[in-house]
Nanobody, 127 residues
Framework: QVQLVESGGGLVQAGGSLRLSCLAS????????MGWFRQAPGKEREFVAA????????DYTDSVKGRFTISRDNAKNTVYLQMNSLKPEDTAVYYC????????????????????WGQGTQVTVSS
């Protein structure tokens, strides 16, 4: 089992920044590719960003490229999502997820490929 706890969400004005953190416990963190997903009210959960086990490979959905940065610190069992230039359409509950990985690639864009999920943290961007 892997337990994931997100933090860092909140209310911010458009153009502002937030940094989300996701602390993992229970298994060897460096064996898992990690992803961030989000779900807005009335919408399906969508992929935001993913990172490989080592942190060397990342992937982003087009709408956040150039604004969001995913990173990880395997010594601290933590994955981060730095969010800059936030827009009202970024408002959602943000979830981190862990996927057991035997490859060197970034985590999948498909939520079905992830084995463990956090409880989510609310991000609200006001206009």
């Amino acid at each position: 089992q892997v337990q994931l706890v997100e933090s860092g969400g909140g209310l911010v004005q458009a153009g502002g920044s937030l940094r989300l953190s996701c602390l993992a416990s229970g298994r060897t963190f460096s064996n898992y590719a990690m992803g961030w997903f989000r779900q807005a009210p009335g919408k399906e959960r969508e992929f935001v960003a993913a990172i490989s086990k080592s942190g060397g490979i990342t992937d982003y959905t087009d709408s956040v490229k150039g604004r969001f940065t995913i990173s990880r610190d395997n010594a601290k069992n933590t994955v981060y999502l730095q969010m800059n230039s936030l827009k009202p359409e970024d408002t959602a509950v943000y979830y981190c997820a862990a996927a057991w990985s035997t490859t060197t690639g970034a985590g999948s864009r498909s939520a079905r490929q992830y084995d463990y999920w956090g409880q989510g943290t609310q991000v609200t961007v006001s206009s």
